[in-house]
């Protein structure tokens, strides 16, 4: 079964480094996201991407932040600059569709655990 | 603004027993509802997805509910055993935003 992957599983990094987190969706898929989960919190909506643009982003998702889709299958998420709130699992997911019909469903893959010390 | 409450936070259990776990979400107007299973530092396995059309999916020892109309979902874990202790979150698509998560139940199943 096709599934999203994520590299690395994880990452520590010095605060005010910068740091990139990679996802490969799965092949057909039109949507990519990335959510984040602090520690013993929700997981949160930070940007979904579309066509080569972000089509949605949360207010955590600020200038520190930026996505890109360099090639034909990988995703990534840059964050410029890392703050020890930073500190959380990132979550990539994808989806064929965005809302209506049955291919709106998001698969995830397993996460990318980022540290900032 | 979409948000998603689950109730219990926390429950536990003795091996054998059924349980439910809630959820209830304030905008009714959803696409799908999505359950998923979280081992402590792990990530997201899916369980459960109900389309908004479906009133309930099952699969082995689960059985999740939706009703829109009310703004709840239940997942009845049947025979509960010590491997189903976990945190379970609930994810409701709605609106023009992506997911949104409940913070979770933690379920701990005592053998």
């Known amino acids: 079964e096709p599934e999203v992957t994520q590299t690395p599983s994880h990452q520590v990094t010095q605060m005010g480094q910068e740091v990139i987190l990679r996802c490969v969706p799965i092949s057909n898929h039109l949507y990519f996201y990335w959510?984040?989960?602090i520690l013993g919190q929700k997981?949160?909506?930070?940007?979904?991407?579309y066509?080569?643009?972000i089509s949605e982003k949360s207010e955590i998702f600020d200038d520190q932040f930026s996505v890109e889709r360099p090639d034909g299958s990988n995703f990534t998420l840059k964050i410029r600059s890392t703050k020890l709130e930073d500190s959380a699992m990132y979550f990539c997911a994808s989806s064929e569709a965005l809302?209506?019909?049955t291919k709106n469903i998001q698969y995830f893959g397993a996460g990318t655990r980022l540290s900032v010390l | 603004k979409q948000e998603v409450t689950q109730i219990p936070a926390a429950l536990s259990v003795p091996e054998g027993e059924n349980l439910v776990l809630n959820c209830s979400f304030t905008d009714s107007a959803i696409y799908n509802l999505q359950w998923f299973r979280q081992d402590p530092g792990k990530g997201?396995?899916?369980l459960l997805l109900i389309q908004s059309s479906q009133r309930e999916q099952t699969s082995g020892r689960l059985n999740a509910s939706?009703?829109?109309s009310s703004g709840r979902s239940t997942l009845y874990i049947a025979a509960s055993q010590p491997g189903d202790s976990a945190t379970y979150l609930c994810a409701v698509l709605s609106g023009n935003t992506p997911l949104v998560f409940g913070k979770g139940t933690r379920l701990s199943v005592i053998a």
Do not use: A
Request: proline fraction near 0%.
């Open chain 1, 35 to 37: 959510y984040r989960q």
């Open chain 2, 66 to 68: 939706l009703d829109k």
């Open chain 1, 43 to 49: 997981v949160e909506f930070l940007v979904s991407f």
């Open chain 1, 99 to 101: 809302f209506t019909g």
């Open chain 2, 44 to 46: 997201l396995t899916s």
């Open chain 1, 51 to 53: 066509n080569n643009e």
